[in-house]
């Protein structure tokens, strides 16, 4: 059986490149690879520390490149998730894609330098060799690749089309949240570009309780605490009893205000989960609302998205599940995948 490697900084977690990376492994597994995983921190199947987002203390370069290459050398294939997109850890990218040339590879892009103004200036990823597929997870994306020369493939996130219903009562009986209680859910890590304050503000609007699901990262600890502090409504801040289908059973609203996503998760579960979302204007956003025709509410419009909280239409829910069946499931997400590796002639 022919092995891939999926390697990245950290796998096996929540945030979104980890997720998708799972559901990668899982469509790999299926078409005959053995899949094993190969980061710098998580739950992974081969650990290579100087991978990490704050490799400490950081590896030496010669050294990388060598722990590297031992860790992908019996790999048929190299999915390389975001890695060598992100300049977040510029030895590790080196490494790879050193370890990687001349093989076959599909390096997955979820956040290239050039659409975080902090990291524009770095002009030094993506890495390019003829041997290589490049996947991107938008089309924004893809055309930005093409404008710099690099073909590039959409495929998009897949989710499961059938998800389990969630606990709403055992789970809003956890966070101590009354049956009439408006419950605003924000699923994500708490980062500036997730846009906390608009969240809150959403939910003080709404007359209803925040509920914040995951950690501060990035040094955002000390604001968070500040702005949780001096909210106008209720706040929760943990993590849900159950999994994510609990979190979207017990919430009466998705708030996702975010400032930039390179796809965004939450939208789309909130469509399968027959939830109303309140969503940003982030461009790729707009390219799913343009392409797909998603019916999503103005974190700024809180009279609509309260109109319809008295007066559900579950014809709107009906057709935003429906969209997001047809355009983001996991078995289309399988097909877009075999269909690029059949035509690398890479598949078992």
């Known amino acids: 059986m022919p092995t891939c490697a999926i390697v990245s900084f950290r796998l096996g977690g929540s945030d979104g490149v980890s997720i998708v990376a799972a ?52 790999a048929d294939l190299v999915v390389v998730e975001n890695l060598c997109t992100i300049p977040l850890n510029l030895p590790a990218a080196r490494s790879v894609a050193r370890a990687l040339h001349a093989r076959p590879g599909v390096l997955h892009h979820h956040d290239p330098a050039w659409q975080r103004a902090h990291l524009a200036h770095v ?32 495929i998009y996130t897949g989710f499961d089309p059938n998800p389990r219903i969630g606990d709403r009562a055992k789970t809003r009986e956890f966070l101590d949240v009354d049956a009439g209680e408006r419950l605003i859910v924000h699923p994500v890590r708490a980062i500036p570009r997730k846009n906390v304050p608009a969240a809150i503000r959403l939910a003080e609007q709404l007359g209803g309780t925040y509920w914040l ?11 968070l605490e500040l702005l949780l502090d001096v909210a106008h409504c209720r706040v929760i801040h943990a993590a849900p009893p159950g999994d ?18 390179g796809f965004g998760n939450p939208p789309i579960e909130a469509a399968l989960h027959r939830r109303p979302a309140a969503v940003g204007d982030y461009p790729v956003a707009e390219e799913l609302r343009s392409a797909f025709g998603f019916e999503w509410f103005d974190p700024d419009d809180v009279t609509a998205l309260d109109r319809f909280l008295r007066q559900p239409d579950d014809a709107l829910l009906e057709r935003n599940r429906e ?20 035509d690398a002639g890479w598949l078992p």
């Open 244 to 261: 994510m289908t609990d979190v979207y059973a017990a919430a009466d609203v998705v708030a996702f205000p975010s400032t930039w996503e």
């Open 23 to 74: 559901s990668w492994a899982t469509a790999l597994h299926s078409f005959g690879f053995d899949v094993v995983t190969v980061a710098g921190d998580g739950p992974v199947d081969r650990v290579v520390r100087g991978l990490a987002l704050h490799a400490d203390p950081p590896t030496s370069q010669d050294r990388l490149d060598e722990e590297v290459r031992v860790a992908l050398a019996d």
């Open 123 to 154: 002009n030094e990823l993506p890495p390019v060799d003829p041997n290589w597929r490049h996947v991107t997870i938008n089309e924004l994306t893809r055309r930005d690749f093409a404008a710099r020369g690099i073909d590039a493939t959409v």
């Open 323 to 342: 969209r997001a069946v047809e355009h983001f499931s996991t078995e289309r997400m399988t097909a877009d995948l075999r269909a690029l590796l059949d």
């Open 213 to 223: 699901v995951g950690p501060a990262e990035d040094g955002y600890d000390q604001e």
